[in-house]
């Protein structure tokens, strides 16, 4: 019997995203029965897949309870419930920096407590429950104009029940941009720059995310320490994932601190490198191969 595997998407991108779409071929080549799903359409028999992976969902955040209880409904689901539970919410970043694991600074503000920012500086503002830096904002505090807005930011967030986080906003990232490494089943596979997105407030594409400029670069051996460091801080341990991202921006002296960890619907550039689609492929399975010997 043919395999099949659903790659779990939106209802504004039904077709996936066009990156997504690159994995489509090197799994039918494999033999597999692979196809989009939406995955909130009532219609949809998850059931009769043998493996779901998450993809191009973005339009959870708005609805990340429904998101949640979804995942717990799918019998066989990449990557698993609870590290979506746990990774959906970046509290999670504070786990992190528990392991010991080099980090942006970050500050809560918990719904119900009194707004309260940094004197001075340009910081980050964004809700703990987010995606596509929807939401997240830079103000500059040091001017009373962008202070106000900074504090009418955080407490519209607040008043919609979400966690703010406040971050310094590290100036090398101009530079340099933000590192994304990614890793399929705990090995790596490729890595991107990401250019910075926040002095940029244009539209969201689809409605769902800012757009970003990617470029193909290679990983350092200090951005591998800290990507494998982060993996390794997972609860039950990186080899339960099929996909992982770790971005990774420049701190103030150059070395890199972890500013997410994604590891539910992470876009994974394979237009950027490739035969990476082909190895996520392979690995995907592998993975609904031991899912059937189980």
């Known amino acids: 019997m043919q395999r099949r595997i659903a790659l779990a998407t939106c209802s504004a991108l039904p077709e996936l995203d066009p990156d997504e779409q690159l994995l489509l071929e090197p799994l039918r080549a494999l033999g597999i029965d692979a196809q989009a799903a939406v995955w909130d359409d009532p219609m949809v028999d998850w059931s009769a897949f043998d493996l779901v992976v998450i993809r191009s969902t973005w339009d959870y955040t708005a609805r990340r309870d429904a998101f949640l209880a979804w995942t717990l409904s799918v019998p066989r689901l990449a990557n698993p419930a609870d590290i979506?539970?746990?990774?959906?919410?970046?509290?999670?970043?504070?786990?992190?920096?528990?392991?010991?694991?080099?980090?942006?600074?970050?500050?809560?503000?918990?719904?119900?407590?009194?707004?309260?920012?940094?004197?001075g500086g340009r910081h980050v503002l964004k809700p703990a429950v987010g995606a596509g830096s929807v939401d997240a904002a830079l103000f500059d505090l040091r001017a009373t104009h962008e202070a106000e807005l900074a504090r009418a930011h955080a407490e519209r967030l607040l008043e919609a029940r979400q966690t703010v986080m406040v971050q310094p906003y590290l100036e090398r990232i101009e530079e340099r941009g933000e590192a994304a490494l990614i890793f399929f089943g705990g090995q790596f596979s490729h890595a991107v720059t990401k250019g910075a997105m926040l002095a940029d407030q244009g539209e969201l594409v689809s409605g769902l995310y800012k757009a970003e400029v990617i470029t193909q670069r290679s990983a350092n051996s200090s951005e591998l320490d800290i990507a494998r460091a982060a993996l390794a801080a997972i609860p039950g341990g990186v080899k339960r994932l099929v996909y992982a991202r770790v971005d990774l921006v420049p701190g103030p002296d150059g070395a890199p601190l972890v500013i997410e960890l994604e590891l539910t619907e992470p876009s994974l550039f394979l237009g950027t490198a490739p035969g990476s689609a082909e190895r996520l492929a392979r690995h995907l399975v592998d993975r609904v191969s031991t899912l059937g010997s189980a």
């Open 84 to 119: 979506v539970a746990w990774n959906t919410d970046k509290h999670y970043l504070a786990d992190l920096a528990a392991a010991g694991v080099p980090g942006v600074p970050t500050t809560w503000i918990e719904p119900g407590q009194t707004v309260a920012l940094p004197a």
